[in-house]
Protein backbone atom coordinates (compact mmCIF):
# COMPACT_ATOMS: atom_id res chain seq x y z
CA UNK A 1 0.00 0.00 0.00
CA UNK A 2 2.81 2.27 0.57
CA UNK A 3 1.67 3.93 3.05
CA UNK A 4 4.69 4.66 6.00
CA UNK A 5 4.42 2.95 8.72
CA UNK A 6 4.89 4.58 11.94
CA UNK A 7 8.21 4.00 13.90
CA UNK A 8 7.09 2.29 17.45
CA UNK A 9 9.11 1.52 20.39
CA UNK A 10 7.49 -1.25 23.09
CA UNK A 11 7.79 -1.23 26.29
CA UNK A 12 11.02 -4.17 26.93
CA UNK A 13 9.18 -6.72 28.75
CA UNK A 14 11.24 -5.93 31.99
CA UNK A 15 9.79 -7.45 34.87
CA UNK A 16 11.25 -6.27 38.33
CA UNK A 17 11.69 -9.24 40.90
CA UNK A 18 9.12 -9.01 44.10
CA UNK A 19 12.56 -8.99 46.41
CA UNK A 20 13.14 -5.29 44.98
CA UNK A 21 9.35 -3.46 44.35
CA UNK A 22 8.57 -0.91 46.92
CA UNK A 23 6.05 -1.94 49.20
CA UNK A 24 3.76 0.38 47.55
CA UNK A 25 4.26 1.68 44.28
CA UNK A 26 3.15 5.69 44.04
CA UNK A 27 6.07 8.10 43.65
CA UNK A 28 3.51 10.69 42.01
CA UNK A 29 4.15 14.35 42.59
CA UNK A 30 0.12 14.83 42.91
CA UNK A 31 -2.26 13.24 43.58
CA UNK A 32 0.39 11.39 45.46
CA UNK A 33 -0.11 7.98 47.67
CA UNK A 34 -3.17 8.34 49.86
CA UNK A 35 -2.27 6.15 53.29
CA UNK A 36 -4.68 3.14 53.22
CA UNK A 37 -4.80 3.72 57.37
CA UNK A 38 -6.35 7.17 56.02
CA UNK A 39 -9.04 5.42 53.66
CA UNK A 40 -9.78 2.98 56.25
CA UNK A 41 -10.67 5.56 58.57
CA UNK A 42 -13.02 7.06 56.16
CA UNK A 43 -14.33 3.66 55.44
CA UNK A 44 -15.35 3.30 58.78
CA UNK A 45 -17.29 6.77 59.42
CA UNK A 46 -18.59 6.78 55.81
CA UNK A 47 -22.24 6.09 56.36
CA UNK A 48 -22.83 8.57 59.14
CA UNK A 49 -20.00 11.18 58.06
CA UNK A 50 -20.36 11.16 54.12
CA UNK A 51 -23.38 12.58 52.23
CA UNK A 52 -23.74 14.49 55.73
CA UNK A 53 -24.79 18.26 56.05
CA UNK A 54 -21.02 20.51 55.83
CA UNK A 55 -22.51 23.10 57.96
CA UNK A 56 -23.63 20.52 61.04
CA UNK A 57 -21.75 19.11 64.12
CA UNK A 58 -20.00 16.19 62.14
CA UNK A 59 -18.10 17.79 59.33
CA UNK A 60 -17.21 20.96 61.36
CA UNK A 61 -15.22 19.07 64.09
CA UNK A 62 -13.36 17.59 61.19
CA UNK A 63 -12.63 20.93 59.95
CA UNK A 64 -11.58 22.26 63.60
CA UNK A 65 -9.92 19.10 64.23
CA UNK A 66 -8.28 19.90 60.63
CA UNK A 67 -7.48 24.02 61.67
CA UNK A 68 -6.09 23.13 64.98
CA UNK A 69 -3.94 20.55 64.16
CA UNK A 70 -2.29 22.40 61.35
CA UNK A 71 -2.10 25.41 63.38
CA UNK A 72 0.23 22.76 66.32
CA UNK A 73 1.90 21.20 63.08
CA UNK A 74 3.33 24.81 61.75
CA UNK A 75 3.40 26.28 65.82
CA UNK A 76 1.68 28.89 64.34
CA UNK A 77 1.84 32.33 66.79
CA UNK A 78 -0.72 34.11 68.47
CA UNK A 79 -3.06 36.08 66.07
CA UNK A 80 -2.33 33.54 63.04
CA UNK A 81 -5.62 31.79 61.50
CA UNK A 82 -5.98 28.90 59.50
CA UNK A 83 -8.47 29.78 56.65
CA UNK A 84 -10.08 27.37 53.51
CA UNK A 85 -11.95 27.22 50.49
CA UNK A 86 -12.88 25.39 47.37
CA UNK A 87 -10.20 25.45 44.44
CA UNK A 88 -6.63 24.55 45.64
CA UNK A 89 -3.68 26.62 45.44
CA UNK A 90 -4.41 27.67 41.82
CA UNK A 91 -7.31 29.64 42.93
CA UNK A 92 -5.13 31.09 45.68
CA UNK A 93 -3.40 32.36 42.94
CA UNK A 94 -6.13 34.79 41.69
CA UNK A 95 -7.96 35.05 45.49
CA UNK A 96 -4.19 36.41 46.01
CA UNK A 97 -4.70 38.85 43.13
CA UNK A 98 -7.80 40.05 44.54
CA UNK A 99 -7.09 40.01 48.41
CA UNK A 100 -3.41 40.33 49.45
CA UNK A 101 -2.13 42.49 46.87
CA UNK A 102 -1.92 46.12 47.25
CA UNK A 103 -0.87 47.53 44.17
CA UNK A 104 2.51 45.50 43.51
CA UNK A 105 4.35 42.35 43.94
CA UNK A 106 7.26 41.26 43.89
CA UNK A 107 7.48 37.23 42.75
CA UNK A 108 10.74 34.79 42.27
CA UNK A 109 10.00 32.44 38.90
CA UNK A 110 12.19 29.59 38.79
CA UNK A 111 9.71 26.81 37.38
CA UNK A 112 6.08 26.08 36.15
CA UNK A 113 4.85 26.77 39.57
CA UNK A 114 6.58 29.90 40.82
CA UNK A 115 5.85 31.65 37.09
CA UNK A 116 2.24 31.31 37.31
CA UNK A 117 1.39 33.12 39.67
CA UNK A 118 3.79 36.25 38.10
CA UNK A 119 1.40 35.79 35.45
CA UNK A 120 -1.80 36.10 37.38
CA UNK A 121 -0.67 39.23 38.95
CA UNK A 122 0.91 40.35 35.15
CA UNK A 123 -2.48 39.76 33.88
CA UNK A 124 -4.65 41.25 36.54
CA UNK A 125 -6.04 44.86 35.38
CA UNK A 126 -6.03 46.20 39.02
CA UNK A 127 -2.60 45.43 39.51
CA UNK A 128 0.75 47.14 38.78
CA UNK A 129 3.39 45.67 36.32
CA UNK A 130 5.17 43.09 38.99
CA UNK A 131 8.58 42.71 39.68
CA UNK A 132 9.44 39.11 38.20
CA UNK A 133 12.86 38.14 39.71
CA UNK A 134 14.45 34.76 37.40
CA UNK A 135 16.70 31.88 37.81
CA UNK A 136 17.90 29.10 35.64
CA UNK A 137 15.65 25.71 35.96
CA UNK A 138 17.47 23.87 38.78
CA UNK A 139 18.14 26.93 40.41
CA UNK A 140 16.18 29.61 42.96
CA UNK A 141 16.27 33.53 43.23
CA UNK A 142 16.52 35.38 46.33
CA UNK A 143 14.00 38.12 46.89
CA UNK A 144 15.42 41.58 46.98
CA UNK A 145 13.52 44.22 49.67
CA UNK A 146 11.61 46.81 48.12
CA UNK A 147 10.09 49.91 48.69
CA UNK A 148 7.63 49.72 45.96
CA UNK A 149 6.48 46.12 46.89
CA UNK A 150 3.10 45.50 48.68
CA UNK A 151 4.14 41.45 48.49
CA UNK A 152 6.82 39.31 47.91
CA UNK A 153 6.19 35.63 45.87
CA UNK A 154 8.07 32.99 47.43
CA UNK A 155 7.62 29.35 46.32
CA UNK A 156 8.97 26.86 48.95
CA UNK A 157 9.69 23.70 46.80
CA UNK A 158 8.92 24.10 42.84
CA UNK A 159 7.51 20.98 41.95
CA UNK A 160 8.35 20.81 38.50
CA UNK A 161 11.95 21.25 39.21
CA UNK A 162 12.90 19.77 42.37
CA UNK A 163 14.54 23.07 43.73
CA UNK A 164 13.76 24.04 47.56
CA UNK A 165 14.34 27.35 49.52
CA UNK A 166 14.68 28.48 52.43
CA UNK A 167 11.49 30.64 53.23
CA UNK A 168 12.76 34.18 54.72
CA UNK A 169 11.86 37.73 55.06
CA UNK A 170 13.87 39.70 52.24
CA UNK A 171 16.93 40.39 53.62
CA UNK A 172 16.71 44.08 55.03
CA UNK A 173 13.23 44.48 54.37
CA UNK A 174 10.39 46.10 56.99
CA UNK A 175 8.04 44.02 58.52
CA UNK A 176 4.76 44.33 57.60
CA UNK A 177 3.59 46.13 60.69
CA UNK A 178 6.31 48.62 59.78
CA UNK A 179 5.23 49.22 56.23
CA UNK A 180 7.11 46.26 54.60
CA UNK A 181 5.25 43.96 52.27
CA UNK A 182 3.68 40.94 53.34
CA UNK A 183 5.53 37.59 52.16
CA UNK A 184 3.08 35.22 50.50
CA UNK A 185 4.49 31.56 49.87
CA UNK A 186 3.20 28.86 47.70
CA UNK A 187 4.07 25.74 49.83
CA UNK A 188 1.76 23.19 48.17
CA UNK A 189 4.56 20.68 47.95
CA UNK A 190 6.41 21.64 50.26
CA UNK A 191 3.75 22.11 53.67
CA UNK A 192 4.29 19.38 55.61
CA UNK A 193 7.38 17.64 54.66
CA UNK A 194 9.68 21.12 55.02
CA UNK A 195 10.60 22.98 57.89
CA UNK A 196 9.23 26.68 58.38
CA UNK A 197 9.15 29.09 60.61
CA UNK A 198 5.81 30.85 61.13
CA UNK A 199 7.49 34.04 61.77
CA UNK A 200 8.57 34.46 58.17
CA UNK A 201 5.74 34.13 56.19
CA UNK A 202 2.67 36.52 56.22
CA UNK A 203 0.02 33.79 53.78
CA UNK A 204 1.21 30.12 53.69
CA UNK A 205 -0.62 28.12 51.35
CA UNK A 206 -0.91 24.94 50.15
CA UNK A 207 -3.38 21.80 48.53
CA UNK A 208 -3.83 18.55 50.18
CA UNK A 209 -2.76 16.43 47.27
CA UNK A 210 0.75 16.25 48.14
CA UNK A 211 2.13 15.65 51.64
CA UNK A 212 -1.44 16.24 52.99
CA UNK A 213 -1.80 12.39 51.51
CA UNK A 214 -5.36 13.55 50.78
CA UNK A 215 -7.11 14.47 47.40
CA UNK A 216 -7.17 17.75 45.58
CA UNK A 217 -9.49 21.07 45.83
CA UNK A 218 -9.08 22.79 48.36
CA UNK A 219 -6.74 25.32 49.18
CA UNK A 220 -5.69 26.02 53.23
CA UNK A 221 -3.63 29.22 53.87
CA UNK A 222 -1.92 30.44 56.97
CA UNK A 223 -2.39 34.20 57.42
CA UNK A 224 -0.81 35.86 60.22
CA UNK A 225 -2.40 39.26 61.56
CA UNK A 226 -0.78 41.39 58.97
CA UNK A 227 -2.40 39.18 56.12
CA UNK A 228 -5.65 39.32 57.45
CA UNK A 229 -5.48 43.01 58.20
CA UNK A 230 -4.22 43.85 54.41
CA UNK A 231 -7.46 41.42 53.42
CA UNK A 232 -9.83 43.80 55.32
CA UNK A 233 -8.14 46.80 54.12
CA UNK A 234 -8.59 46.05 50.33
CA UNK A 235 -12.25 44.85 51.49
CA UNK A 236 -12.80 48.55 52.71
CA UNK A 237 -10.96 50.66 49.75
CA UNK A 238 -14.16 49.06 47.84
CA UNK A 239 -11.76 47.02 44.87
CA UNK A 240 -15.02 45.04 43.50
CA UNK A 241 -13.84 41.30 44.35
CA UNK A 242 -15.62 37.97 43.48
CA UNK A 243 -17.15 36.27 46.15
CA UNK A 244 -16.07 33.22 45.63
CA UNK A 245 -12.49 34.56 45.10
CA UNK A 246 -13.06 36.71 48.27
CA UNK A 247 -10.65 35.99 51.34
CA UNK A 248 -12.84 38.22 53.66
CA UNK A 249 -15.93 36.28 53.20
CA UNK A 250 -13.53 32.43 53.08
CA UNK A 251 -11.96 33.90 56.93
CA UNK A 252 -15.29 34.57 57.82
CA UNK A 253 -16.53 30.91 57.27
CA UNK A 254 -13.00 29.40 58.13
CA UNK A 255 -13.18 30.35 61.83
CA UNK A 256 -16.68 28.85 61.82
CA UNK A 257 -14.82 25.20 60.64
CA UNK A 258 -16.89 25.85 57.67
CA UNK A 259 -16.65 27.03 54.17
CA UNK A 260 -18.23 29.78 52.20
CA UNK A 261 -19.33 27.15 49.59
CA UNK A 262 -19.70 22.79 49.53
CA UNK A 263 -16.00 21.12 50.02
CA UNK A 264 -15.06 17.66 49.35
CA UNK A 265 -15.58 16.16 52.79
CA UNK A 266 -13.59 12.85 51.98
CA UNK A 267 -11.04 15.67 51.27
CA UNK A 268 -11.24 17.19 54.24
CA UNK A 269 -11.45 14.03 56.62
CA UNK A 270 -8.65 12.19 55.01
CA UNK A 271 -6.42 15.93 55.18
CA UNK A 272 -7.24 16.04 59.16
CA UNK A 273 -5.64 11.94 59.57
CA UNK A 274 -3.01 12.70 57.88
CA UNK A 275 -2.28 16.01 60.25
CA UNK A 276 -3.07 13.62 63.39
CA UNK A 277 -0.72 11.19 62.36
CA UNK A 278 1.85 13.85 62.05
CA UNK A 279 1.28 15.46 65.39
CA UNK A 280 0.86 12.08 67.21
CA UNK A 281 4.52 11.04 66.37
CA UNK A 282 5.98 14.01 66.76
CA UNK A 283 4.75 16.98 64.26
CA UNK A 284 7.17 18.30 61.82
CA UNK A 285 9.90 16.29 63.57
CA UNK A 286 8.75 13.20 62.32
CA UNK A 287 6.83 14.36 58.68
CA UNK A 288 9.88 16.48 58.16
CA UNK A 289 12.50 13.82 59.37
CA UNK A 290 10.93 10.81 56.90
CA UNK A 291 11.12 13.25 53.70
CA UNK A 292 14.74 13.95 54.92
CA UNK A 293 15.63 10.59 55.36
CA UNK A 294 13.93 9.65 51.91
CA UNK A 295 15.87 12.39 50.21
CA UNK A 296 19.34 11.32 51.89
CA UNK A 297 18.76 7.80 50.15
CA UNK A 298 17.64 8.93 46.46
CA UNK A 299 20.75 11.61 45.87
CA UNK A 300 23.22 9.29 47.53
CA UNK A 301 22.33 6.85 45.44
CA UNK A 302 21.89 8.86 42.48
CA UNK A 303 25.66 10.42 43.33
CA UNK A 304 27.25 6.90 43.78
CA UNK A 305 25.14 5.71 40.39
CA UNK A 306 27.29 5.76 37.21
CA UNK A 307 23.97 6.12 35.06
CA UNK A 308 22.25 9.06 37.17
CA UNK A 309 22.95 12.21 38.22
CA UNK A 310 21.12 14.72 40.35
CA UNK A 311 19.45 17.84 38.49
CA UNK A 312 19.57 20.22 41.28
CA UNK A 313 23.32 21.22 41.66
CA UNK A 314 23.78 22.98 44.77
CA UNK A 315 23.30 20.36 47.63
CA UNK A 316 21.13 22.15 50.00
CA UNK A 317 18.75 23.41 46.84
CA UNK A 318 17.78 19.80 46.59
CA UNK A 319 14.15 19.44 47.49
CA UNK A 320 13.54 16.62 50.01
CA UNK A 321 9.81 15.59 49.00
CA UNK A 322 10.53 16.37 45.18
CA UNK A 323 13.51 14.31 43.83
CA UNK A 324 14.62 14.84 39.97
CA UNK A 325 17.50 12.85 39.08
CA UNK A 326 19.04 13.11 35.03
CA UNK A 327 19.88 9.94 33.47
CA UNK A 328 22.72 9.61 31.09
CA UNK A 329 21.69 10.21 27.73
CA UNK A 330 22.10 6.46 26.89
CA UNK A 331 19.62 5.26 28.60
CA UNK A 332 16.11 6.31 27.52
CA UNK A 333 14.09 7.98 30.69
CA UNK A 334 11.18 7.76 29.31
CA UNK A 335 11.38 3.95 28.41
CA UNK A 336 12.54 3.42 31.93
CA UNK A 337 9.48 5.13 33.67
CA UNK A 338 7.41 3.37 31.27
CA UNK A 339 8.90 0.02 32.77
CA UNK A 340 8.36 0.98 36.42
CA UNK A 341 4.67 1.72 35.66
CA UNK A 342 4.40 -2.05 34.07
CA UNK A 343 5.66 -3.13 37.37
CA UNK A 344 3.10 -1.22 39.30
CA UNK A 345 5.71 1.90 39.69
CA UNK A 346 3.82 4.79 38.94
CA UNK A 347 4.60 8.40 37.89
CA UNK A 348 7.94 8.57 38.01
CA UNK A 349 7.53 10.34 34.99
CA UNK A 350 9.54 14.05 34.38
CA UNK A 351 7.57 17.10 34.48
CA UNK A 352 6.75 17.37 31.21
CA UNK A 353 7.42 20.62 30.30
CA UNK A 354 11.10 20.91 31.88
CA UNK A 355 11.73 18.27 28.92
CA UNK A 356 14.55 16.34 30.60
CA UNK A 357 15.86 12.80 30.32
CA UNK A 358 15.17 12.83 33.57
CA UNK A 359 13.07 10.37 36.41
CA UNK A 360 11.30 12.59 39.18
CA UNK A 361 10.41 10.74 42.38
CA UNK A 362 8.22 12.29 45.26
CA UNK A 363 9.03 11.32 48.60
CA UNK A 364 5.95 12.75 50.70
CA UNK A 365 5.83 12.12 54.28
CA UNK A 366 3.47 9.55 53.60
CA UNK A 367 5.77 7.91 51.57
CA UNK A 368 8.26 5.09 53.12
CA UNK A 369 11.71 5.92 52.95
CA UNK A 370 12.35 2.56 52.62
CA UNK A 371 10.00 2.65 49.53
CA UNK A 372 12.39 4.92 48.30
CA UNK A 373 15.51 2.33 48.54
CA UNK A 374 13.48 -0.54 46.66
CA UNK A 375 12.56 2.64 44.08
CA UNK A 376 15.92 2.96 43.51
CA UNK A 377 16.99 -1.02 43.51
CA UNK A 378 14.20 -1.52 40.84
CA UNK A 379 15.70 1.23 39.03
CA UNK A 380 19.26 -0.50 38.89
CA UNK A 381 17.46 -3.46 37.97
CA UNK A 382 15.71 -2.18 35.18
CA UNK A 383 18.43 -0.13 33.62
CA UNK A 384 21.05 -3.29 33.73
CA UNK A 385 18.18 -5.25 32.05
CA UNK A 386 18.01 -2.71 29.53
CA UNK A 387 21.79 -3.21 28.89
CA UNK A 388 21.23 -6.83 28.16
C1 LIG B 1 0.67 21.25 42.66
C2 LIG B 1 1.11 22.65 42.81
C3 LIG B 1 0.26 23.73 42.55
C4 LIG B 1 -1.13 23.54 42.01
O1 LIG B 1 -1.96 22.98 42.98
P1 LIG B 1 -3.51 22.76 42.62
O2 LIG B 1 -4.06 22.12 43.86
O3 LIG B 1 -3.55 21.84 41.43
O4 LIG B 1 -4.10 24.07 42.31
C5 LIG B 1 0.73 25.00 42.77
N1 LIG B 1 1.97 25.23 43.23
C6 LIG B 1 2.82 24.21 43.49
C7 LIG B 1 4.19 24.53 43.98
C8 LIG B 1 2.43 22.90 43.28
O5 LIG B 1 3.27 21.90 43.54
Excluded at 89 to 109: G, K, M, P, V
Excluded at 202 to 230: T, V
Excluded at 372 to 379: G, H, N, T
Aim: glycine share 8%; hydrophobic share 45%; net charge negative.
Amino acid sequence: MGAMIPYVTATPDIRIPDSLLPADGRFGAGPSKVRTEAVDALAAVASTFLGTSHRQKTVKSVVASLRSGLSDLFSLPEGYVVALGNGGATAFWDIATFCLIERTSQHLSFGEFSSKFATAAKDAPHLGEPEVITSEVGTHPLPVASDTVDLYALTHNETSTGVMMPIRRPEGAALPADGGGLVAVDATSGAGGLRVDASEFDAYYFSPQKCFGSDGGLWIALLSPAAQERVASIKASGRWVPASMDLSIALDNSVLDQTYNTPALATIFLMDQQVQWFNDNGGMDFSAGRTARSAEILYTWADASDFATPFVTREQDRSHVIGTIDLDDAIDAAAVAAILRANGIVDTEPYRKLGRNQLRVAMFPSIDPEDIASLCASINYVVGAMAQ
